[in-house]
């Protein structure tokens, strides 16, 4: 059976050279080896050259499923065999997965990925909520991850390809669930196994895990308006729970402050998307942006009475800024009421970090010390701001206060316990 291999990259220079080296290790050797680099900025093409493959450069980045596309147009083997290009496969890796196309109905393979980094809370938490695998079986999975697969070129082509609109993630299951509606099977099989070389800080966990998902909401329509985005919210404090469960039924209690985190960090992430018509983009800001919106905010509460019609000098481009400092205006006297102040205060300034970017422990100080004020900051949420969301702001408070409740109910000192895991994760928020 002839098989190619395609490895698409986006500034991957450093760890390029161990997935190729371990590519041309396979015991099953390749027909040829394609790197497609996806518009990198870094050394990737220079790496790759060095090696006997063939590059194909993208002109600018077009994300995973263009890169994928790229690969099956211009490979004309049978099979074509993909390998994530921050992973390392064992020597019978391809070997293992050529013997599970026992039959035309098997138009796909794949394989176990381990994580290699295990030196943080951030790769831990990885390793135990974003695993690539389907167990210790051989079975026929709902989907094969796309880190490591093998795919007959015939049914990916009869597929008309991956969706280019889901840019690099969901695009794996999308085209499997295409396949199987087409009557195709897929296989996984845990002894054809790669290393995952990658390493995570606090803004790239949240967000891949977050673009991981979105696509599925958005299939599901609740991004279509004010009352369905509300359960959305719901759902992120739902799967925050779930993580609870399992972190503390594991005694991995390190890990429950991140779990506490992506409740807040996926409900502003999906507020982003909600209001920008579904930009999947991060959220970047400036730190000149955050003060100036922050400013603005105080400003507008002062005048919300007196000044009613108030007009924001602020460009329309801060309006997701807005909406992030306000949750935390009027979230931060009910974190309050349950933590410590210092604790309150860490969780803006990873807020602000990995959803918008922006990195100011003095911001997020000052954010959290009006916030505990004698203000009636809660009025926000019926406010008349041009920017401001009024019904998510509401929402997402009322949320977040039954939830508190519910975790103290559920877990005895769950306040010393997220103190002590948010200190863990803020040794190394940024690595």
């Known amino acids: 059976m002839e098989v190619s291999l395609y490895i698409p990259c986006f500034n991957t220079a450093e760890t390029l050279p161990f997935c190729l080296e371990a590519a041309l290790r396979q015991t099953v050797r390749p027909k040829d080896i394609l790197v497609v680099d996806d518009g990198s900025t870094d050394e990737t093409s220079q790496v790759a050259s060095r090696y006997p493959v063939r590059v194909i450069r993208h002109p600018r980045n077009l994300g995973l499923s263009a890169a994928r596309n790229t690969a099956f147009k211009d490979l004309d083997a049978e099979y074509i065999a993909a390998v994530d290009s921050d992973c390392i496969v064992q020597p019978q890796w391809l070997e293992n997965l050529m013997k599970r196309f026992q039959g035309p109905a098997v138009a796909g393979a794949g394989g176990r990925l381990k994580e290699t980094y295990a030196w943080s809370v951030f790769d831990v938490w990885r390793s135990r909520h974003m695993r690539q695998d389907w167990g210790d079986e051989v079975c026929a999975p709902d989907f094969l991850f796309g880190s490591n697969t093998v795919f007959r070129r015939s049914v990916i082509t009869e597929a008309d390809f991956y969706n280019e609109n889901l840019g690099s993630n969901y695009e794996d299951v999308d085209m499997c669930r295409r396949l199987k509606s087409r009557g195709y099977s897929v296989v996984y099989d845990p002894a054809a196994e790669a290393d995952h070389l990658r390493s995570d800080n606090l803004y790239s966990l949240l967000n891949t895990f977050w673009k991981w998902h979105v696509a599925y909401y958005e299939d599901q329509r609740y991004y279509s308006d004010m009352d369905r985005f509300v359960y959305k919210i719901q759902d992120n404090f739902g799967l925050a729970n779930r993580f609870f469960s399992e972190d503390t039924g594991t005694r991995n209690h390190f890990l429950l402050y991140l779990d506490f985190l992506l409740a807040f960090h996926h409900t502003l992430r999906d507020l982003s998307f909600f209001i920008s018509g579904g930009n999947r983009k991060p959220c970047d800001s400036g730190v000149a942006d955050g003060w100036l919106s922050f400013l603005d905010l105080d400003l507008f509460f002062h005048l919300r009475k007196s000044a009613p019609g108030y007009s924001t000098l602020m460009p329309r ?115």
């Open 317 to 431: 481009s801060t309006a997701f800024l807005h909406n992030v400092l306000a949750l935390q205006l009027v979230s931060g006297r009910a974190l309050q009421e349950h933590f410590e102040k210092d604790f309150s205060q860490t969780v803006c300034r990873h807020l602000l970090f990995s959803v918008c970017g922006i990195d100011d422990e003095y911001l997020a100080g000052k954010v959290m010390r009006l916030s505990a004020a004698d203000r009636p900051w809660e009025e926000l949420c019926a406010a008349d701001h041009p920017y401001l969301v009024k019904e998510f702001l509401h929402n997402s408070l009322r949320g977040l206060r039954l939830w508190l409740a519910q975790l103290k109910d559920r877990c005895a000192g769950i306040e010393d316990i997220l103190t002590l895991s948010a200190r863990a994760a803020g040794q190394v928020w940024r690595l």
